[in-house]
């Protein structure tokens, strides 16, 4: 996979940020090549934080500042792993680290749809099929609208105004989940087309979310609720609050924004060719390999 992004801000006053871009690698998928650059002076410093997110912070300067990244990510060539047959754990089995993903967050209100909850999936069998459920739920129920987004809003509303985008649908699978006391997290990161016809509209950042069933975390994805191929995480966390692309405290304009993931085949393509969509090997629904 082909992922990277192409960001330009505009500051009056030197303002701090924390960008989170750069893919993780585990299990999952191996950075192969990676460039990443801010036209910003001091240098960016880089660390982890406590969900093993790589972390940029660096001061933007007045004027222009420019973010690149651009990678090249080996991923399982396998669709997403909804097939395992796993059960919910009971609160007491939770692992301490896990606990944290069964509480309320800023916008995985759980707290506020537990009569929702269990009017709706309470006499589902609790584990995978609740999950699923729950899933269900949301992708039919919750109608997607391209740019509709809004920093402030909680899956408690979004239920109730019925559309959002991707991000929504992951705060409200996540808060029905926790209401349970199922562990969920959110995820964002790359989602290529691999399978699928390319929709047409701009690429962008995709959240979706992990659930914590048996002794692993398993993917799901209310936007889309089918098995994905290619998916390429990059930061992992409670809610969008943890997941954001960049946190800046102060005041900046964002004035041009673009993210591009696709398959290539890297015999062919490196980093220090241009974006070239001519050369992607997804966005059909044959699955072409190298």
Known sequence: MRVGCHI???????????????????????????????????????????????????????????????????????????DHKRLALPVEQIPPAVLRYTLPSRYCDSDKLLNFAWEKFGQ?????????????????????????????????????????????????AIALCRAFNVPARYITGHLPDIGHRDPGTPMDFHAYFEVYLGSIWCTFDARYNIPRIGRVKVAQGLDAVEGAFSTIYGEAILTWFEVWAYQVNPDEVSLDDPIDLSKRLDGTEKIRFC
């Open 8 to 82: 330009v801000y505009e500051t009056s006053l030197p303002t701090p940020v924390v960008f989170v871009l750069k893919p993780r690698s585990d299990e999952k998928q191996e950075v192969m090549h990676e460039k990443f650059c801010i036209s910003s002076h001091p240098p960016a410093r880089e660390f982890k934080d406590e969900h093993g997110n790589i972390a940029c912070r660096t001061m933007l300067q007045p004027g222009q500042n420019i973010i690149h990244h651009d990678a090249l990510v080996m991923v399982s060539a396998l669709p997403d792993d909804a």
């Open 124 to 172: 589902i069998p609790h584990g995978i099929e609740r999950v699923q459920a729950i899933c269900d739920w949301t992708h039919r129920n919750i109608e997607y609208r391209f740019g509709s987004g809004r920093a402030d809003l909680a899956a408690s509303e979004v239920i109730t105004r019925r559309y959002g985008v991707c991000r929504d649908f992951a705060h409200v």
